[in-house]
């Protein structure tokens, strides 16, 4: 029988499940990521949002969160929006670059790279979430947009990148650093739930600021990109807790939310094949986000988790997720083992969802080309 050469995209999904289910049995998780990539790339800078800041909201006073309620197994207490290591930390380590300091922060030290991601910086502007009385959630009112990001990048490369003054030089430093995107977004479509915000509207306007951001980097240079779509944010807690509608996809989760997150990751990665056209010496990976999660949020007890719904710090409910008494208000309290709950606090994950993530990026072929794939082009393979 003469075999199709495409599938439709739903088909193509079914299909990339089972085929992980099928594998599943099989899956063991490399016991140690450190390392194991080692000497490849000698810096990283990174980018996102507070699935990827590593102390730049807390340096600028931008996070309400308390220090104690993010502690620090890794880092200063309160410098990420998780109990322990961010996908960023792990990826590092597997590396073995230096954990990154944040842009705002006090290091003065970048020779391994520098982390740009700012927790609540949106897509939407500041005066959008004023104006709609949107959720301020653990962060200050006014968010800050993706576009400062972009503007810290240039300006960091012009003090202390390279800043073309030697062509020779800065083309080898552009050979040996990775630019890793991470999530840009969940806290759009975390601050809109409930509201009236049209789902496709925010989709659209969303990926269009990630667009910005892509381009600057590969203008000025970047020839290593990875960018993570986004997670099914109708599967967090404060999407499950708030949904106020009955529709419910096959997961359980927020139908609407996670429909739109759908097609934000597919305008995105429509998007990145464009720019694999127009910079073909550029290696350009999408990590997907969605399928990593979705597999772990399937089979939770391979991974260990026996609360993959339920928040590990909040007040509470169903879900542990309360938006009046978010972790760390009176009220809330933390689970006895982060470890078995993806989440931690009803919109940011656990050090051990985490780790998990990473390994299915660099080792479980959740990036498309895999990230072995740009390893080999990066040896010259
Ligand atoms: C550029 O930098 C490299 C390495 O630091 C050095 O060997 C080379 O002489 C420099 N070239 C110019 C034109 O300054
Ligand atoms: C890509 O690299 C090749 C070989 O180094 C070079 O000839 C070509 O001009 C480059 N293409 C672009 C678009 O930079
Ligand atoms: C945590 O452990 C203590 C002691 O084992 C137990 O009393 C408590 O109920 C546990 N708390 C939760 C939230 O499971
Ligand atoms: C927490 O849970 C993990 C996974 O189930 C387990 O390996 C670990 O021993 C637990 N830690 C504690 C302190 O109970």
Same mark, same amino acid.
């Given at each position: 029988m003469k075999s199709h050469c495409f599938l439709l995209p739903q088909t193509a999904f079914f299909l990339s499940l089972f085929v992980s289910l099928a594998l599943s049995h099989k899956y063991? *998780?490399?016991?140690? /990521?450190?390392?194991?990539?080692?000497?490849?790339?000698s810096k990283v800078y990174a980018f996102g949002d507070s699935y990827t800041d590593t102390g730049n909201a807390r340096s600028l006073g931008? /996070? !309400?969160?308390k220090s104690k309620n993010y502690p620090s197994k890794f880092g200063e207490?309160?410098?990420? #929006?998780?109990d322990g290591r961010l996908v960023i930390d792990y990826l590092c380590e597997a590396l073995s670059t230096p954990p990154l300091p944040p842009? $705002?922060?006090?290091?003065?030290?970048y020779s391994g790279g520098a982390n740009f991601a700012l927790a609540?910086?949106? +897509?939407?502007?500041g005066d959008y979430f004023l104006k709609g009385k949107l959720h301020p959630l653990i962060w200050r009112r006014t968010p800050i947009s993706f576009q400062t990001q972009a503007d810290w990048f240039r300006n960091f490369q012009q003090l $202390?990148?390279?800043?073309?003054?030697?062509e020779t030089k800065c083309i080898a430093e552009m050979e040996s650093t990775l630019f890793w995107i991470g999530a840009m977004g969940v806290n759009d479509y975390t601050r809109t !739930?409930?509201?009236? %915000?049209?789902l496709h509207w925010l989709a659209e306007r969303s990926v269009t600021h990630v667009y910005g951001l892509f381009k600057v980097l590969l203008e000025s240079g970047a020839k290593y990109i990875t960018i993570e779509g986004l997670p099914p %944010?109708?599967?967090l807690p404060i999407a499950m807790a708030q949904?106020?509608?009955?529709? #419910?996809?096959k997961m359980g989760c927020d139908a609407n939310v996670n429909k739109a997150v759908t097609f934000h990751n597919q305008i995105l990665q429509r998007w990145l094949e464009k720019f694999r056209e127009m910079y073909p010496n550029s290696s350009i990976l999408y990590a997907d986000y969605w399928n990593a999660y979705l597999t772990i949020l399937m089979n939770p007890k391979k991974y260990w988790?026996? *609360?993959?719904?339920? +928040?590990?710090?909040?007040?509470?409910g169903k879900f542990n997720f309360n938006v009046r008494s978010i972790?760390?208000?009176?009220g809330s309290s933390t689970c006895n083992?982060?470890?078995?709950? !993806?989440s931690w606090d009803g919109i940011h994950l656990t050090e051990a969802m985490n780790r998990h993530l990473v390994d299915m990026f660099l080792?479980?072929?959740?990036?498309q080309p895999s990230f072995q794939e740009l390893i080999k082009s990066k040896s010259g393979i």
């Open positions: 063991h *998780e490399s016991s140690a /990521l450190h390392s194991q990539l080692k000497g490849y790339f931008g /996070l !309400i969160a207490p309160g410098s990420r #929006l998780s842009y $705002k922060g006090a290091s003065l030290k609540g910086s949106t +897509a939407l502007s $202390k990148g390279c800043n073309r003054k030697n !739930i409930g509201s009236s %915000v049209p %944010v109708g599967c949904s106020r509608n009955q529709n #419910l996809d988790f026996k *609360e993959p719904f339920k +928040a590990c710090c909040g007040a509470g972790c760390g208000s009176p083992n982060s470890s078995n709950h !993806i080792n479980q072929g959740f990036c």
